[in-house]
């Protein structure tokens, strides 16, 4: 299933775009929930974490090693940072292209909503 995040990666859609190589893209959230807070997708449509594949095993440690280059670059990997990946209904996620949420620039407070 493509999603906005197809023509983002394509060009097709403006976005911020902070990163971009052949097999990741990286931009700025168009609603930051923290100071920095930058999406890191896979340029290969992956809709949900259920549908990774052993052969993706290189592509998603790719999209690690990107936040942490960006996170540098962003000036906050000293103080730290949070990496989230929502999947499906109870995760949250609302765009079925699998991303990485890069959070960071303030105490970001506990991990998980409380009830
Ligand atoms: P998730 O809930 O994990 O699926 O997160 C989807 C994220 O995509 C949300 O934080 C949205 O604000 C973000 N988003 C949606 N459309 C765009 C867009 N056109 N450019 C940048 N970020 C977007």
Redesign the pocket.
């Known amino acids: 299933m493509t999603t906005?995040?197809t023509k983002?990666i394509s060009g097709e859609?403006k976005?911020?775009v902070v990163y971009q190589d052949e097999q990741v893209t990286a931009?700025?959230?168009?609603?930051?929930?923290a100071p920095v807070?930058i999406?890191i997708v896979p340029n290969k449509e992956i809709p949900t974490v259920n549908d990774i594949e052993e052969e993706d095993e290189k592509l998603i440690g790719r999209l690690f090693t990107v936040a942490k280059k960006i996170a540098q670059k962003e000036g906050i990997a000293e103080d730290g940072y949070r990496i989230?990946?929502?999947c499906n209904k109870h995760?949250?996620?609302?765009?079925?292209h699998l991303?990485m949420?890069l959070f960071g620039g303030r105490r970001l407070g506990p991990m998980i909503m409380r009830r």
């Open positions: 906005i995040f983002i859609i976005s911020d931009f700025r959230d168009i609603n930051p929930q807070h999406l989230l990946v929502n995760g949250g996620q609302e765009i079925f991303h949420h």
